[in-house]
Nanobody, 123 residues
């Protein structure tokens, strides 16, 4: 059974940094597309960053230059390094696995999801 577990969330002040991790069990990262999404209260879940099997990243415009996605295949762990955080980055952050085609930022293409980790950025 595939299980994704996010960690690393917390509360920081604007301008601060956090690194999120997503550890997988029952699954091997190296074969599929991985993504990070976030959802703030009252808003749709949105794609933040994605990474393909070769390690090529994609980012939402709102986080380009501030966030960095990476993965460690040996550890079966996905990361999201977040810097220069803003209050509008506050949300629950989720990692997910995509096994079919489709835009990386569309949640409907993702098969497996973690439970999320909360990020709160204060001004």
């Amino acid at each position: 059974q595939v299980q994704l577990v996010e960690s690393g969330g917390g509360s920081v002040q604007a301008g601060g940094s956090l690194r999120l991790s997503c550890a997988a069990s029952g699954y091997t990262y190296s074969n599929d597309y991985m993504g990070w999404f976030r959802q703030a209260p009252g808003k749709e879940r949105e794609g933040v960053a994605g990474i393909d099997r070769a390690g090529n990243p994609s980012y939402a415009d709102s986080v380009k230059g501030r966030f960095s996605i990476s993965k460690d295949n040996a550890k079966n762990t996905l990361y999201l390094q977040m810097s220069s955080l803003k209050p509008e980055d506050s949300a629950m952050y989720y990692c997910a696995v995509k096994r079919v085609g489709g835009a990386w930022y569309e949640r409907r293409w993702y098969t497996y999801w973690g439970q999320g980790t909360q990020v709160t950025v204060s001004s």
